[in-house]
């Protein structure tokens, strides 16, 4: 099936650094979701967004819905061990009322 | 409240053999996911239970994938003959359904881990 373009595979960094990951596909979407997931469990939203352009922060997570329509980006500020996991974009292709099209996955780890 | 539960956790299976995997959504929620994720890659869409509608079968990778919804709740997704390539976590969700609220999340459950020898 189709899935996208997610980007770094994987990557370390140090303890308090910020950390950055996009997706993007060759479609337009209407919804971007951002998971995250932890060995041995299923993938937990952290970030939904819904409108072309639109900045939205939890805690020290920023995500953006690229004016495009076809990426998103988001960013971890100060980053902290429980950081570490699998961090998932998702989105659902213009027309698509159900099904989530989930990105390769970008692999966080944290150094002290 | 409880979250999506799966069960078992793992399964073992020999080639050739039939399997059942188990999921219980969130109480409410009558729309409810299967998606197969392989070792390193993301999640694959396999299929879509809303209501009492006709079920989104369109990632369902062959013949020998099938599942049911019954009464609404409780999902079982059923491998045929399993093959060596079915290894996979076999991931469930559930959502309040389209229309409620416009957000739809998906919440899932820890999946099963089923590994085909």
């Known amino acids: 099936g189709q899935q996208l373009n997610q980007s770094p595979q994987s990557m370390f960094i140090q303890e308090g650094e910020d950390v950055s990951m996009n997706c993007t596909s060759s479609?337009?979407?209407?919804?971007w979701l951002w998971y995250k997931q932890d060995p041995g469990e299923g993938p937990v939203l952290l970030i939904a967004l819904y409108k072309a352009g639109e900045l939205t922060s939890n805690g020290r997570l920023t995500a953006q819905f690229g004016i495009t329509r076809k990426d998103s980006f988001l960013n971890i500020s100060a980053s902290i061990p429980s950081d570490v996991g699998i961090y998932f974009c998702a989105g659902r292709p213009t027309g698509t009322a159900s099904k989530l099209t989930f990105g390769t996955g970008t692999r966080l780890q944290v150094t002290l | 409240g409880a979250g999506v539960s799966q069960s078992p956790s793992n399964k073992v299976t020999e080639k050739g053999k039939d399997v059942e995997l188990r999921c219980d959504p969130i109480?409410?929620?009558?729309?409810l996911y299967w998606y197969r994720q392989s070792l390193g890659q993301g999640l694959e869409f396999l299929i879509y239970f809303q209501g009492n509608s006709a079920p989104d079968k369109s990632g369902l990778p062959s013949d020998r994938f099938s599942a049911e919804r019954t009464g609404g709740s409780v999902s079982t997704l059923t491998i045929q003959r399993t093959q060596q390539e079915d290894s996979a976590v076999y991931l469930c969700?559930?959502?309040?359904?389209?229309?409620?609220?416009?957000?739809?999340?998906?919440?899932f459950g820890p999946g099963t881990r089923l590994t085909v020898l």
């Open positions: 969700a559930s959502s309040l359904g389209i229309g409620r609220g416009g957000t739809d999340t998906q919440y």
């Open positions: 109480s409410g929620h009558t729309a």
């Open positions: 479609s337009i979407f209407n919804t």
